[in-house]
């Protein structure tokens, strides 16, 4: 044998501690975790890397199960896993979720292999981990990114589009698809400009985009004009950039198209407009001046330089000054007409109708009306007319006529004067705007194509036409109406013959208004007044409710104080009081309704918020329904309103119920949260995971088209039929959410249901919320009088009844009046008043109470209600159980609160 390879057992031994010191380094350095199981799952062995993933030491994981490190769903999941294993996978490479000792979350990719004795049983796994908590949350932002960006292009009212390098669609958002006619965006994948558009816009889009992607250089706002195959012309405003990859190379490019077509129609209609003044201006006989505010020359038109023999030098220097002169030295009466520019400069409003006589003997009109710019006086026109050569009769019948056109055309209304044959005359600019009659239409002499395109724009056009027929028939009817038109446009029609003095009809005048606005308005102040009034009837029941319960709770006190009541009658009686309790609550939810209770916010429990709701919801739902509750293991401690939190329960449930006719699943699940609350939420804007509690209330329903997802949390948006929803269910849990410094999330798919996701910041401790004890019952009366004013007989009647007996002498009345006339007679005996705020006959409690305490400051009081203590108003506080009493009340209440204020200061008097 060779020398070098004899070892002996010592050399052996030493190797092999080496070896093993070796391997231990090696695994107490690696950044994964090294680790293994039992087969009961439990931990055998864990590296040192244990303490940077789960912040834990290795002896704090030895002998635990693994899935005592997960949340509970979890651990199922991984069980599952590991059962497997145990069932003789030789390997398995597994994603799953741990939580660390500070309760974080973190994510682990396992790699292990199956331990077998040497008979080839299963001993357990062990293998490495990785911690993949960042990756997994690159991963998760990447995928909110690409969502946010979707959404984004999908809701973005303008045209979005990409192309690629030979500028075919690869993607278009549904804006532009329904531009394009398209059922679905993708439809358009693949196609270029020249399949939806005519050839002479294609090729010039075309050409635009190439240049883009060829040079780099982005194409800003450019005004493009559209032409389509039937002939159509649109606008639009397009910016395209190029999109270059991960290297810099440009692969296509990106386009985003405003609809402008609406300004550029403007934009012609006042260039057309202003090119109609303009030549309107030379073309006329009279000489016109138009001045600003200031009254300084704005424009001129020829024929007042000739009418004025201003010198041209002078007005084309725009030297007011020596204009003016000019005028001034041809006048008559120079002063006159310095007197009637000024006070008209002083009342920009007012208009001008005058003659001037120069030294020459010419007569000129001059007339004056301001010039309206965005609704507001910005200048005069002045117009001159030489009259030299005309009658007096002519002279007034051209100032009407002017002016009458001026009148029409200046009006609001869309105005028509039509002759008696019912030919047109003459028709106002805003009788083409109303109608939105095409100009050549409305310039044509021709009346067939207007009158054909007006009763083909209105939604009945027999009927128009046979109220125009009518009147033509009657010419001294006179008639208003309204018309609506097919695009939805409510117009106010008025019509009324022509005659002269002597009664000769010459033809018939029709205005047109636009009302649709006012319509709508007014549908608004209706649907108001509606839910007002359902308000005030809510408020209204609950108030008279309340009074009921009072006298019905009040006289079970009064039975249960009762000593000769059996064990099985007290029993009853107990029943009865928790169902006055329970109909108590319900009118507490009422008056929140009618917005006459404040919210009344505590540490609540999510769990016990819904188990309480759980048993009305079965009710509710119907058989046909199978209502699922899952709760969290532990509590989920919020801040809120019980009653508004109960509501949103009940609406989502409702929406859940009416969203399967033909029956389902309604699932309603509680789970605690960490998620970043978004900026809808109020809460100040932050990175950071916040600690929240999860309601969700889902459903096996027909779900929620896309289109009309987004505007669910509106107002009076409701895709029920009329009657049958008044829109406002899912706006209130909006509401209410928000209130509760929370948000809400849906998730729906036609066909397959609806979600609804409620987050709500969590706390982290629960205060009691509990009743003060009362150690020992309320002191008796000592003889005092109190002045019970009530107006509901229950209610005085029992107050009667419990007070006496409890040792007090009771005068009542049913209204302040009546109260008033006892005080005369009782003034000096009566210690405490005690009465309803809201009373018949004019006079309120609280005015009641300021009279009495006028003539005796001592006087103590008491105030009841069944509405919320705000009623009042905020000049007087109100304190339950010191100078207020909240209908129903028990009748404990009413001896301590009594007691209270008799004796201690701070009952005394309003404060």
Not at 149 to 177: C, E, G, W
């Amino acid at each position: 044998m060779n020398e070098s390879a004899a070892s002996s057992p010592q050399d052996v031994m030493v190797a092999l501690r080496e070896s093993e010191r070796a391997y231990r380094a090696l695994v107490e350095t690696s950044n994964d975790l090294i680790w293994s199981v039992d087969a009961q799952g439990r931990w055998t062995f864990v590296n040192g890397a244990v303490r940077r993933i789960y912040g834990y030491e290795p002896a704090e994981l030895l002998g635990r199960a693994f899935t005592d490190f997960q949340t509970p769903e979890q651990a199922v999941k991984d069980q599952a896993v590991f059962a497997r294993i145990m069932a003789g996978a030789p390997h398995f490479n597994y994603e799953t979720v741990h939580v660390r000792k500070d309760g974080a979350p973190v994510w682990l990719n396992f790699n292990a292999v199956v331990l077998r004795d040497e008979h080839g049983a299963v001993l357990g796994t062990t293998g490495t981990a990785q911690d993949i908590t960042e990756r997994k949350r690159s991963g998760e932002a990447l995928k909110l990114e690409q969502s946010l960006f979707s959404s984004l292009v999908r809701t973005i009212p303008d045209h979005v589009y990409f192309k690629d390098r030979q500028s075919r669609f690869v993607r278009i958002n549904d804006v532009m698809a329904r531009h394009f006619g398209l059922r679905e965006p993708a439809e358009a994948v693949g196609k270029t400009d020249f399949d939806f558009f005519r050839d002479e816009h294609a090729r010039l889009a075309h050409a635009d985009e190439q240049r883009v992607m060829s040079t780099g250089e982005p194409m800003v706002s450019l005004e493009e004009k559209e032409t389509w195959p039937d002939g159509r012309i649109t606008w639009a405003s397009t910016t395209k950039v190029a999109l270059r990859d991960a290297t810099g190379q440009i692969t296509g490019l990106v386009g985003i198209s405003r609809d402008i077509t609406e300004r550029k129609q403007t934009e012609l209609a006042r260039d057309r407009s202003l090119s109609l003044v303009l030549a309107t201006l030379e073309s006329t006989a009279d000489g016109i001046l138009v001045v600003n505010a200031e009254g300084k020359i704005e424009t001129y038109n020829r024929v007042f330089t000739r009418m004025w023999r201003v010198p041209d030098d002078v007005l084309a220097t725009r030297d007011d000054a020596r204009a003016l002169q000019c005028v001034l030295d041809q006048l008559s009466s120079p002063e006159k007409f310095i007197e009637k520019v000024r006070h008209l400069y002083t009342h920009p409003e007012e208009e001008s109708f005058d003659t001037l006589d120069f030294k020459d003997g010419r007569v000129f009109e001059r007339y004056s009306r301001p010039q309206y710019i965005g609704g507001q006086v910005g200048g005069r026109v002045w117009s001159f007319r030489d009259i030299t050569e005309r009658k007096r009769a002519e002279e007034e019948l051209s100032w009407r006529t002017a002016f009458f056109e001026a009148q029409i055309d200046s009006a609001l209304d869309g105005i028509l004067v039509v002759d008696s044959a019912g030919k047109k005359i003459l028709q106002n600019r805003r009788m083409g705007e109303v109608w939105k009659i095409p100009p050549e239409i409305a310039d044509d002499k021709d009346d067939t194509p207007q009158i054909k395109f007006v009763t083909g724009r209105t939604k009945n056009p027999r009927q128009f036409v046979e109220k125009v027929l009518h009147l033509y028939s009657h010419p001294t009817e006179i008639s208003r109406d309204e018309i609506e038109l097919t695009d939805g446009t409510v117009l106010d029609r008025y019509s009324a013959p022509v005659r002269d003095k002597d009664g000769k009809y010459y033809g018939r005048i029709w205005t047109f208004r636009d009302i649709t606005v006012s319509k709508h308005l007014e549908e608004h102040l209706r649907q108001t007044q509606k839910m007002e009034a359902i308000g005030q009837l809510s408020g209204g029941v609950a108030h008279d409710f309340n009074n009921l319960l009072t006298a019905i709770i009040g006289h079970l006190g009064l039975l249960q104080d009762n000593a000769h009541v059996t064990p099985e009658i007290a029993e009853s009686l107990d029943e009865i009081a928790k169902a006055a309790n329970r109909a108590a609550k319900l009118t507490s939810q009422l008056l929140a309704f009618s917005r006459r209770q404040v919210l009344r916010l505590q540490d609540l429990d999510l769990n016990e918020v819904v188990e309480q709701m759980a048993k009305m919801l079965r009710r509710m739902v119907g058989e046909d329904v199978t209502m699922q509750l899952d709760y969290a293991p532990e509590p989920l401690t919020f801040h809120g309103d019980a009653g508004m939190l109960e509501q949103v329960l009940l609406n989502l449930a409702v929406n859940a119920r009416d969203a399967m006719p033909g029956g389902g699943t309604l699932r309603i699940a509680t789970r605690s949260a960490t998620r970043v609350p978004p900026a809808a939420a109020g809460q100040t804007e932050t990175t950071a995971l916040a600690a929240l509690v999860h309601l969700s209330v889902s459903d096996t329903g027909t779900g929620i088209a896309p289109e009309i997802l987004p505007k669910i949390f509106e107002p009076f948006f409701t895709t029920k039929e009329v009657g049958e929803g008044t829109g406002l269910g899912l706006a209130t849990v909006f509401g209410i959410v928000q209130q509760h410094r929370g948000w809400i999330e849906v998730k729906s798919e036609a066909g397959r249901g609806t979600t609804f996701h409620v987050y709500l910041p969590r706390i982290a401790v629960r205060s009691a919320n509990l009743p003060l004890e009362i150690s020992a019952p309320p002191a008796r009366g000592r003889g005092e009088t109190i002045l019970l004013v009530e107006d509901e007989p229950a209610v005085r009647e029992m107050g009667v009844g419990a007070l006496s007996k409890y040792g007090y002498k009771v005068i009542t009345a049913t209204s302040g009046a009546e109260a008033l006339a006892l005080w005369a007679r009782h003034e000096g005996k009566i210690a405490l008043l005690l009465t309803d705020l809201i009373m018949p006959g004019g006079m309120s409690g609280l005015q009641l109470a300021r009279e009495l305490m006028q003539r005796n400051p001592a006087l103590r009081v008491i105030y009841t209600s069944g509405y919320s203590p705000e009623i009042a108003g905020k000049e007087l506080p109100m304190k339950a159980g010191v100078n207020y009493l909240g209908k129903p009340y028990e009748l404990s209440a009413l001896f301590r609160t009594v007691r209270n204020a008799l004796d201690g200061e701070v009952g005394r008097g309003v404060f």
